[in-house]
């Protein structure tokens, strides 16, 4: 029997924040489960849509003149090179992105939130 | 203030089974929501890996040598050119599929279940 990426038990295996992991790929594009705490940085990805799915808690996506507050069962697409920053409203938010291969979480920008390409979660 | 997309609020709008909505899209791809019950028909996507995600329900995804059973939380991406049909356990299932744009629901396979391509749920 295949099994199947169960959400929760990925989510079980990693505890940092702001740093992606790979869970499934489709084509050449990659599913990342990622924890949320704080504000991040503001950053543009000038080549691609990103997709946020909210799972848990309250996360607002902060835009240059709006914003976005998404809780659980909600997902918003920030369109290519559209500037955003993430940040939750109270406690830990635990999300899914979905995105080409090779994004990196800053986008254009950089610095100490720069995470690794990190698929070792991935079957 | 820009609105996300709410999973249940789309779910509200449709009664309708095996028949998928496009709620949002990511570059070239379809973010659709599909309400399933029962069993499909076995076709293959000879182009295109399809991501299912359940929301609700139980359900089956049926490969000719083995299968995968799919509870809330849980994913399975089918790789392109693997003949799958999908199968509920017991009751209604909820589920998001993720897919390029253009996707025929029953693949090469036709008939009775194809559905037209519906976007009138997409912002």
Partial sequence: MVEPIDLDEKFGRFFDTWSPKVVARLNDYEIKLVRLDGEFVWHTHPDT?????????????????????LGPGQLFVVPRGVEHCPRTVSGQVRAMLIEPAGVVN???????????HDDSLAQ
């Avoid at 990103?50 to 709006?66: K, N, S, W």
């Avoid at 800053?106 to 690794?116: C, I, K, N, V």
């Fill in 106 to 116: 800053t986008g254009d920008a950089s610095g100490a939130l720069t995470a690794d």
């Fill in 49 to 69: 849509d990103e997709l946020f799915l909210v799972l848990d808690g309250a996360l607002t996506i902060q835009l240059r003149d709006d914003e976005v507050h």
